[in-house]
């Protein structure tokens, strides 16, 4: 079947960049992303493309140029379903806060409703996609809702992970090592996945797409970024070996990187991952073995997440240690709240816990990031410490020991300590001689990125501590 209308459910950090791209190299299919959040769709729609609710380099020209062309973005959900031929799904799957396997399970809710929806509305056979990150087996669970509540009409459920990184989508998405299509193995599934394979063979060639069953698609996307995010939590384990025995973890990561079957990449240490993805992810996996009577397996893959908080941790500590044992009422600079450079996301970027451990020692925050803004990192901090049970009146106070900068030499003066976060490239290209006369002495840094020049910094006074670095 060849496709000429898609719908998208979810306008987020991957529905808008992958149907954008979608259309942009499929000129003959009418892609339309829809969204309940009407905010959003209206910051899609802007004229103004500084406004796009997601920033990505390289988003802008895309949207520009398929924009009203064979790309819509709309609130119409239920018209943009019944028209369509294929339909993604790429909501939220939050990890669950409440409940049944709260703080661990993918929370499925938002996908189901789009489901529901789907067969309520659905007058004609429909291609659905799982463009979301989804439990292994929940292609039967949607399955099963549209089968049981739709219009008689036959449902194809296809899973399509979605493998960009923030900060790269674009390039990803145009280049991808390779795009995942899972179907039943029956005639109908197989004319739906070529269907899809058809949709991405406009830009991909044919060994970039690979095909597979249901179960394995699903189950890749977990497994895929259980193993990225492992890499980190090693060399992030061996960071702290490094600090006590003054092996450089730098070089360390090098030397085995460049062992062909190691490979150098996901291999710098840091601060600790964040992002919507891999903890989620890697909770959900955990979850999943649990569920299935693996515990072992299980265990295995929390030591992950076990890993990632404690180098948080350690980052914070080391900074209230390093400042002579407290950090109260003191000024500490943090430069970057992003999860990473080059995207405005801060989904469970290390920043916000890095910050809640400072600020529990009394720190004052005062932050600067490109691109994120004060609301955004305030109500980080609220839904942190709302989570955590605290009460109106004590978070409140402490987030007024939260500032919030436009410009980061203002952010410097008379700081006590910097605290890098985010490994923003303009950090490397600030004229830290001026920065260290505005300090407080002895004048710190904190790189949790190691992406300064630590010997030029030291040369110029500054007491800098670099992860992994003796
Ligand atoms: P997001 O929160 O940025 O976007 C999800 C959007 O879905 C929101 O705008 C929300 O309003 C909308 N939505 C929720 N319910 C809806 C409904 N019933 N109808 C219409 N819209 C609805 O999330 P995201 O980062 O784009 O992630 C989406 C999915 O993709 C998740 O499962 C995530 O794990 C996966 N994923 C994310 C990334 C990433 O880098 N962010 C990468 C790969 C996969
Ligand atoms: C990740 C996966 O890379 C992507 O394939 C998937 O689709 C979604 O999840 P993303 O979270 O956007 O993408 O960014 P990624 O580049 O993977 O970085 C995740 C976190 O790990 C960031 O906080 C980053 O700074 C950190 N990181 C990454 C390291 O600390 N060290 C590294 O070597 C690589």
Redesign the pocket.
Known sequence: MKIKNICCLGAG??GGPTMSVIALKCPEIKVTVVDLNTNRIAAWNDENLEKLPVYEPGLAEVIHQARGRNLFFSTEVDSAIEAADMIFIAVNTPTKTYGEGKGMAADLKFVELCARQIARIAKNDKIIVEKS?LPVRTAQTLQTILDRTGNGVHFEVLSN?????????IE?LLNADRVLIGGKQTESGKKAIQSLVDVYAHWLSPKQILTTNLWSSELS?LT??AF??Q??SS??ALSALCEVTEADVDEVANAIGTDSRIGP??????????????QK?ILNLVYLCRYFNLPEVAHYWEQVIIINDYQKYRFAKKVISSLFNTVSGKKIVFLGWA???D?N?TR???AIYVADHLIEDGAEIHVYDPKVSETKIKADMRYLWELNGLSEHKIASKLNQIFVYDNPMEALDEAHAVALL??WDEFKTYDWETIYTKMYQPAFIFDG?NILDAAKLHAIGFEIKGIGKG
């Open positions: 950090y991957v990150t992970p979605e493998f960009l990184a923030e900060g790269t989508a990803d996307k895929a970024n990225l995010a890499r980190i060399i992030n990449k996901f291999l710098k240490a840091s601060v600790g991952f964040g992002g919507s993805c891999f992810d999860f990473k450079k995207t996301d469970e970027s290390a985010t490994e990125r």
